[in-house]
């Protein structure tokens, strides 16, 4: 019966945490925000991807998750700068996202 219970309670939570990742807003930046390498640039590398305070994040690997830990404010100002580069260039050369 308790097992019963804890499922019944678990699997909303786990929709819920499934659709704040669906939410999250796209990296708009092509290298990693860490590191400044290019996402996937190094096929020895392997990209990490995850989200942080509804914002998809990507670093070159999982490696460089040390470091955005340490200032994620400072990095997550250089992804917002980066989106805000990509808007406006959005505007005035017609940009369309795909």
Request: charge should be positive; include cysteine.
């Amino acid at each position: 019966m308790k097992l019963i219970l804890a499922l019944a309670l678990t699997v909303p939570l786990l929709a819920l945490a499934a659709d704040a990742d669906k939410k999250a807003k796209p990296y708009p930046l092509a290298t990693c925000v860490v590191s400044d390498e290019k996402i996937g640039g190094d096929p020895a590398m392997k990209p990490y991807t995850f989200t942080h305070d509804g914002q998809e994040v990507k670093l070159c690997c999982k490696s460089c998750l040390k470091d955005f830990n340490k200032d994620p404010a400072k990095y997550m100002a250089k992804i917002s700068a980066g989106d805000k580069r990509r808007s406006n260039h959005g505007r005035s050369a017609g940009f369309r996202p795909i």
